[in-house]
């Protein structure tokens, strides 16, 4: 067997179906063996940086390790987006990437960079393989780091020499991923502080997604009356419509949500590593609170935050031992706070446009529906209204990532072919990785794609505005018929400009067979949920 075909083995082992790519010749035996194993289909894209996020949309949709190749120096360093991105949102993924040939190395070759060294900061794991017989057990080794413990990406580097190298290949089954339960020693603790809790509130993060844990957590905080909040971009890990769910703590948070968290006298932060985002800053804990923190990774315990009681524990496993704590029935008042207080943010004083939108999408979305969003201040609107109340029902890029809406959704909906998919962008993010569009027509991966298009760089105008008001420079952009042109890549386009005209397209575009761009005119002045640029400029008084 050659190094290539063993490669390919390695992946069905792994019972993954879809593997994306650009192609590239420093690793055509692989393409090639994939085209004689008839369970993996290969997903050609335009570009790398939207290869590895259908890859990475891919990881999240199925549970299964997203698996992106691309060749040498220069695929590698236009598909670290998303590399970057499995690693924030702790996503497994294998990324394959030709390397020069063996001969070749040290000379600067066509393309040749260190890749280990490259990818070392932002990869759980990089290695090159340099001998045939090794494959298999490098390669599963891969997989097995991407999926365990905290999952993130590995980068294995494959020389160009060796794909058609043969060996003997022994083989393993797949690593089962390890959960590790609390002590009883630890159970008993967190019970001790629980029972001298007045305001206690559970943060769950994605490490709930990623343990299957979200039914225990529903039933954990039902039990004993807990509010629970999402952290940044994880609003699926809890029912929405659910009286003890609290809010999001992501950008542009309402300062009722944080306030939840600020009066907390003692906060469980469940498979989340506490991040810039979802502690707003490091702003909301405080030292006069007492923090839980369970997490399957040890270094992630402490990282941020000291916790008074820290757990090394997979998160489903961890809810099931926790059931059997014996607390007092209370917190009734304290739930009904929270709650109150999350409900409140739904009821915007202005219903603008996007609002409408959102409303929109809630209305006529199956309850199943996958959204997934790029980076931009549009989304603000989607991460405050809209109500998720299923799991698996959202995808979206901690990282922040522009460009990645669109070919999550493709890599989404071809794990998860039996649901609706859409995603959500700007104007700008959109047009990074657009041309993935035409991945989807030439693969018939029936998405829709909505666009708010307002020709600028939102986000940005917005810190801009707030710290330079009225000097715009580099934040403005010209006008793209996104619409118009989807209809040329093969895609339906829509433009619209009212609700009433968003409504009639999206139901029309629920029942299309193939990808669909909704192109909406989106107002400049409208720049966030909170504030229009109006209202910024006169709050700096200039």
Same mark, same amino acid.
């Not at 060294?117 to 494959?135: M, N």
């Not at 829709?448 to 760089?457: A, D, G, K, R, T």
């Given at each position: 067997?050659?190094?290539?075909?063993?490669?390919?083995?390695?992946?069905?082992?792994?019972?993954?179906?879809?593997?994306?790519?650009?192609?590239?010749?420093?690793?055509?035996?692989?393409?090639?063996?994939?085209?004689?194993?008839?369970?993996?289909?290969?997903?050609?894209?335009?570009?790398?940086?939207?290869?590895?996020?259908?890859?990475?949309?891919?990881?999240?949709?199925?549970?299964?390790?997203?698996?992106?190749?691309?060749?040498?120096?220069?695929?590698?360093?236009?598909?670290?987006?998303?590399?970057?991105?499995?690693?924030?949102?702790?996503?497994?993924?294998?990324?394959?990437?030709?390397?020069?040939?063996?001969?070749?190395?040290?000379?600067?070759?066509?393309? *040749?960079? $260190? %890749?280990?060294? @490259?990818?070392?900061?932002?990869?759980?794991?990089? !290695?090159?393989?340099?001998?045939?017989?090794? =494959?298999?057990?490098?390669?599963?080794?891969?997989?097995?780091?991407?999926?365990?413990?905290?999952?993130?990406?590995?980068?294995?580097?494959?020389?160009?020499?060796?794909?058609?190298?043969?060996?003997?290949?022994?083989?393993?089954?797949?690593?089962?991923?390890?959960?590790?339960?609390?002590?009883?020693?630890?159970?008993?603790?967190?019970?001790?502080?629980?029972?001298?809790?007045?305001?206690?509130?559970?943060?769950?993060?994605?490490?709930?997604?990623?343990?299957?844990? *979200?039914? $225990? %957590?529903?039933? @954990?905080?039902?039990?004993?009356?807990?509010?629970? !909040?999402?952290?940044?971009?994880?609003?699926? =890990?809890?029912?929405?419509?659910?009286?003890?769910?609290?809010?999001?703590?992501?950008?542009?948070?309402?300062?009722?949500?944080?306030?939840?968290?600020?009066?907390?006298?003692?906060?469980?932060?469940?498979?989340?590593?506490?991040?810039?985002?979802?502690?707003?800053?490091?702003?909301?804990?405080?030292?006069?609170?007492?923090?839980?923190?369970?997490?399957?990774?040890?270094?992630?315990?402490?990282?941020?935050?000291?916790?008074?009681?820290?757990?090394?524990?997979?998160?489903?496993?961890? %809810?099931?031992?926790?059931?059997?704590?014996?607390?007092?029935?209370?917190?009734?008042?304290?739930?009904?706070?929270?709650?109150?207080?999350?409900?409140?943010?739904?009821?915007?004083?202005?219903?603008?446009?996007?609002?409408?939108?959102?409303?929109?999408?809630?209305?006529?979305?199956?309850?199943?529906?996958?959204?997934?969003?790029?980076?931009?201040?549009?989304?603000?609107?989607?991460?405050?209204?809209?109500?998720?109340?299923?799991?698996?029902?959202?995808?979206?890029?901690?990282?922040?990532?522009?460009?990645?809406?669109?070919?999550?959704?493709?890599?989404?909906?071809?794990?998860?072919?039996?649901?609706?998919?859409?995603?959500?962008?700007?104007?700008?993010?959109?047009?990074?990785?657009?041309?993935?569009?035409?991945?989807?027509?030439?693969?018939?991966?029936?998405?829709?794609?909505?666009?708010?298009?307002?020709?600028?760089?939102?986000?940005?105008?917005?810190?801009?505005?707030?710290?330079?008001?009225?000097?715009?420079?580099?934040?403005?952009?010209?006008?793209?018929?996104?619409?118009?042109?989807?209809?040329?890549?093969?895609?339906?386009?829509?433009?619209?400009?009212?609700?009433?005209?968003?409504?009639?397209?999206?139901?029309?575009?629920?029942?299309?067979?193939?990808?669909?761009?909704?192109?909406?005119?989106?107002?400049?002045?409208?720049?966030?949920?909170?504030?229009?640029?109006?209202?910024?400029?006169?709050?700096?008084?200039?």
């Amino acid at each position: 067997m050659t190094s290539a075909q063993a490669i390919v083995k390695c992946i069905k082992l792994e019972n993954i179906q879809k593997v994306f790519c650009v192609p590239g010749e420093s690793y055509l035996p692989v393409m090639d063996a994939i085209y004689d194993e008839t369970s993996i289909e290969l997903i050609s894209s335009r570009h790398e940086g939207g290869a590895s996020f259908m890859a990475e949309g891919f990881a999240k949709a199925s549970g299964k390790p997203g698996v992106v190749l691309a060749t040498r120096g220069v695929g590698g360093s236009n598909l670290t987006i998303g590399v970057h991105t499995a690693y924030q949102d702790s996503t497994p993924m294998v990324v394959f990437l030709g390397q020069v040939h063996s001969l070749f190395r040290g000379r600067e070759g066509f393309q *040749e960079v $260190e %890749l280990e060294d @490259f990818f070392a900061p932002i990869a759980k794991w990089t !290695v090159e393989i340099k001998h045939p017989s090794r =494959v298999p057990e490098l390669v599963q080794r891969a997989f097995r780091i991407a999926k365990t413990g905290r999952p993130g990406p590995v980068v294995v580097s494959l020389p160009e020499d060796l794909l058609n190298e043969k060996a003997e290949m022994t083989f393993k089954k797949p690593a089962v991923r390890p959960r590790p339960c609390p002590s009883p020693d630890e159970v008993k603790e967190m019970e001790l502080l629980l029972q001298n809790s007045e305001r206690p509130v559970v943060i769950a993060g994605g490490g709930v997604k990623c343990a299957g844990a *979200e039914n $225990e %957590l529903t039933e @954990f905080a039902e039990k004993f009356n807990l509010p629970v !909040v999402s952290a940044f971009r994880r609003h699926d =890990v809890f029912p929405n419509q659910n009286r003890l769910y609290a809010g999001h703590l992501g950008l542009g948070v309402k300062p009722q949500i944080t306030e939840t968290v600020k009066k907390a006298d003692v906060v469980v932060a469940l498979g989340t590593r506490l991040s810039e985002v979802t502690t707003q800053d490091y702003s909301i804990l405080n030292n006069g609170q007492s923090l839980v923190h369970i997490d399957i990774d040890y270094e992630t315990l402490g990282k941020v935050y000291p916790p008074d009681i820290g757990i090394i524990a997979d998160v489903k496993e961890a %809810l099931q031992c926790l059931m059997a704590l014996k607390l007092r029935a209370g917190w009734q008042l304290w739930t009904e706070q929270c709650r109150s207080a999350y409900v409140q943010t739904l009821h915007p004083q202005k219903k603008q446009t996007n609002y409408n939108i959102i409303s929109t999408l809630q209305k006529h979305l199956p309850a199943d529906a996958v959204v997934t969003n790029d980076a931009g201040n549009f989304a603000g609107w989607l991460h405050t209204y809209f109500q998720f109340n299923q799991k698996q029902t959202y995808v979206g890029p901690t990282s922040g990532a522009m460009g990645y809406g669109m070919p999550a959704a493709v890599g989404v909906k071809l794990a998860t072919p039996d649901r609706t998919v859409v995603s959500i962008s700007g104007d700008g993010g959109f047009m990074m990785t657009m041309q993935e569009l035409e991945t989807a027509v030439r693969y018939k991966v029936p998405i829709i794609s909505i666009v708010f298009n307002n020709q600028m760089y939102g986000t940005i105008r917005m810190h801009q505005e707030i710290h330079f008001p009225y000097k715009i420079i580099g934040t403005q952009l010209g006008y793209v018929p996104f619409y118009r042109l989807a209809q040329d890549l093969g895609a339906e386009g829509f433009y619209v400009k009212t609700p009433e005209e968003f409504e009639t397209v999206l139901i029309k575009a629920l029942s299309s067979e193939g990808p669909v761009v909704i192109e909406i005119e989106y107002k400049r002045e409208d720049i966030s949920v909170s504030s229009t640029i109006e209202q910024i400029r006169n709050k700096s008084g200039k």
